[in-house]
């Protein structure tokens, strides 16, 4: 079983720029779907961005335009490179992923996340 460990997370102010890497234990070319997740405090854990090994990738609308998913099959990471943050982005991000861009099923145990924190 594939585990993964986050990082990159921190405090930043509104408008600046964190890029968090997702780095895997095993292969991750054999997982179809790479994504990252984040979970507000007292708020259910949502899916930020996906990418399939094909090049799709998937976004929240409350995110597109300013994250930007990326993976690197060879090293066995994935990062989420996020610009223009807003104080609505805090959160805990985790990577996991899924065999399909039509499921919402992870298959991957949950790391322990990374704490991004947006705040003047």
């Known amino acids: 079983q594939v585990q993964v460990v986050e990082s990159g997370g921190g405090l930043v102010q509104p408008g600046g720029s964190l890029r968090l890497s997702c780095a895997a234990s095993?292969?991750?070319?054999?997982?179809?779907?790479m994504g990252w997740y984040r979970q507000a405090a007292g708020k259910q854990r949502e899916s930020v961005a996906s990418?399939?090994?094909?090049?799709?990738?998937e976004y929240a609308d409350s995110v597109k335009g300013r994250f930007t998913i990326s993976r690197d099959n060879a090293k066995n990471m994935v990062y989420l490179q996020m610009n223009n943050l807003k104080p609505e982005d805090t959160g805990v991000y985790y990577c996991?992923?899924?065999?399909?861009?039509?499921?919402?099923?992870?298959?991957?145990?949950w790391g322990q996340g990374t704490q991004v924190t947006v705040s003047s």
């Open positions: 990418l399939s090994n094909g090049g799709n990738t």
């Open positions: 996991n992923g899924r065999q399909s861009l039509y499921t919402l099923q992870t298959i991957l145990d």
């Open positions: 095993g292969n991750i070319f054999s997982i179809f779907v």
